[in-house]
């Protein structure tokens, strides 16, 4: 399992980006899935080294150029990521899953990375530009949890990714039963938004996650 993404420091700012995250398992990278989440949370990049040309070579549909002097390194799993390779190991023996974000401000705590946005809002690497979503025709999975309803600019954020996809491929992390959560098809309400939960709760506190109707 393993897992690649932009990574941006800013300095005078005094605060980190990630976007353009791939997690990879087994011997494929087929796209089995893009899951929108909140904001990035804990992992951290490995090391340095540059692994923007190891995957452009493998001529990856969702691949995106990194602009300027950005580069593409090997990150560290944090809980959630392990969280989702759980979930897609319960049907695929390999395959790529990219996380999109609906800020892609880092900070595991989510109250502060949400009061963090209103000081960083301008930052060209806050929000993904419209050329850097790429589903490329594979299931869109709106996990982005109740923070996204409570704030006009995340919500803004999910209608713009929800824009992007089509209605047959459009999912949701929705509970199911007590305890029990899945991922049932989604279809977005009259403003073109999505309700959903945030596998950080959704694989605790006693609760089961699985692939729901993605399975079939």
């Not at 593409?72 to 990219?98: A, T």
């Not at 419209?130 to 999975?141: G, L, T």
Request: net charge negative.
């Amino acid at each position: 399992m393993r897992c690649f993404a932009r990574w941006e420091k800013d300095d005078s700012a005094e605060v980190f980006f990630r976007d353009q995250t791939i997690l990879q398992f087994g011997d494929s990278w087929d796209l089995l899935a893009n899951v929108i989440l909140l904001n990035p949370g804990s992992a951290l990049p490995m090391n340095e080294e540059d692994q923007t040309e190891w995957l452009r070579s493998k001529d990856l549909p969702f691949f995106v150029e990194p602009d300027n002097q950005e580069k593409y390194v090997e990150f560290s799993l944090d809980p959630l990521m392990r969280y989702v390779f759980k979930l897609f190991e319960e049907k695929y023996s390999g395959g790529s899953i990219r996380l999109y974000n609906l800020f892609n401000l880092k900070n595991q705590h989510s109250n502060d990375a949400i009061d963090q946005i209103k000081e960083n809002f301008s930052h060209s690497k806050m929000f993904a530009k419209c050329h850097e979503i790429k589903f490329c025709d594979a299931p869109v999975i709106i996990a982005s949890g109740g923070n996204a309803k409570k704030h006009n600019t995340l919500k803004q954020q999910l209608t713009r990714y929800i824009s992007h996809v089509e209605n047959d491929k459009l999912f949701k992390l929705a509970k199911q039963a007590d305890k029990q959560y899945s991922i049932l098809k989604a279809i977005p309400d009259n403003f073109g938004f999505v309700e959903s939960y945030h596998p950080s709760f959704t694989f605790k506190y006693g609760n089961a996650t699985d692939l729901g109707q993605l399975k079939t």
